[in-house]
């Protein structure tokens, strides 16, 4: 079992930034691959970005590409997801998942114009 906690959303103006963090529970976290996801109202939930256990892969998907970057710290159990020049259209709530299997509550992240 692990546990997913976001926290780092907030309210920032266009072309800010804002960097979250997922920190989870459980000593096998390092097996996990870990994904980004934002869900903004009215929409369905949509993929961001992801890394694999290792931290040496990660993809983003083409609407954050050269804004969003996805790291971690595997000795404190953590993913990052640092988000530059953010635009209104990233108003979301973002979602992080281990494994395909296990969810965050979300942060909410408004950027305002």
């Known amino acids: 079992q692990v546990q997913l906690v976001e926290s780092g959303g907030g309210l920032v103006q266009a072309g800010g930034s804002l960097r979250l963090s997922c920190a989870a529970s459980?000593?096998?976290?390092?097996?996990?691959?870990v994904g980004w996801f934002r869900q903004a109202p009215g929409k369905e939930r949509e993929f961001v970005a992801t890394?694999?256990?290792?931290?040496?892969?990660?993809r983003y998907a083409d609407s954050v590409k050269g804004r969003f970057t996805v790291s971690r710290n595997n000795a404190k159990n953590t993913v990052y997801l640092q988000m530059d020049s953010l635009k209104p259209e990233d108003t979301a709530v973002y979602y992080c998942?281990?494994?395909?299997?296990?969810w965050g509550q979300g942060t909410q992240v408004t950027v305002s114009s």
């Open positions: 998942n281990a494994g395909n299997r296990y």
């Open positions: 459980g000593s096998t976290f390092t097996k996990y691959d």
């Open positions: 890394i694999i256990g290792s931290g040496s892969i990660t």
